[in-house]
């Protein structure tokens, strides 16, 4: 098992590009996450998807749309990159259902820098 | 929302001491309080976790407790060691997840 995959590893973005961050886990698990991290501070979410076609903002939305692609994918786009922007985003899955096991699995990380 | 404040920030100790980092929540719906690691460059690592129906929980030289009342947990590293250097996060969960700011520790050979 591959766990949680990202791609891309490394971007660099001018101010006011679009991209967008892929993830993909095979554990089979309901529930996945965006986070980002800053030098510094620990992780704040900014997006989350309970299950299969459902999404819900975190702490820091603004800026990100997600889109849950199936149950394995869930992916993160920036619509107009800003510097603020720039930081190591980290995608994760869990099972995370009531009475279940809640343990987090993460994946590599991408790091973006915004220009 | 979820506040999670975690002290201290940095936590230098010598080689086989202790070492405690504790954590605060704010939402008293939270109901599970994991503990990563992290070394540099690399993705979190889960290294305990404790369900607000458990008050402590221990794994060899790792232990974690918990005061639902109080609303805060503490992790508790013994014999430290050097490859124990890390950031350590802790989280409180219902089903988001909050984490706090981090522990720089470091362990001198």
């Known amino acids: 098992n591959a766990g949680v995959t990202q791609t891309p590893k490394f971007q660099v973005l001018k101010t006011g590009q679009s991209m967008t961050l892929q993830c993909a886990q095979d554990m089979n698990h309901n529930s996945m996450y965006w986070y980002r991290q800053d030098p510094g501070m620990g992780l704040r979410l900014i997006y989350y998807?309970?299950?299969?076609?459902?999404?819900d903002k975190g702490e820091v939305p603004n800026g990100y749309n997600v889109s849950r692609l199936n149950k394995r994918e869930f992916s993160l786009r920036l619509e107009s990159a800003a510097p603020s922007q720039t930081s190591v985003y980290f995608c994760?899955?869990?099972?995370?259902?009531?009475?279940?096991?809640?343990?987090?699995?993460f994946g590599p990380g991408t790091r973006l820098t915004v220009t | 929302g979820e506040n999670v404040e975690q002290h201290p920030s940095t936590l230098s100790v010598q080689e086989g001491d202790s070492a405690v980092i504790k954590c605060t929540y704010s939402d008293s719906a939270s109901n599970y309080f994991p503990w990563y690691k992290q070394e540099l460059g690399k993705r979190p690592q889960l290294i305990i976790d404790i369900r607000s129906n458990v008050g402590e929980k221990k794994d060899q030289r790792i232990a974690v407790t918990l005061n639902k009342t109080a609303k805060h947990f503490s992790l508790h590293i013994t014999e430290t060691q050097p490859e124990d250097s890390a950031v350590y996060f802790c989280?409180?969960?219902?089903?988001?997840?909050?984490f706090g700011s981090g522990t720089k520790l470091n362990v001198k050979p």
């Open positions: 989280a409180a969960s219902e089903d988001k997840f909050y």
């Open positions: 994760a899955s869990s099972e995370a259902s009531a009475g279940q096991d809640y343990e987090q699995y």
């Open positions: 998807s309970a299950s299969e076609g459902t999404t």
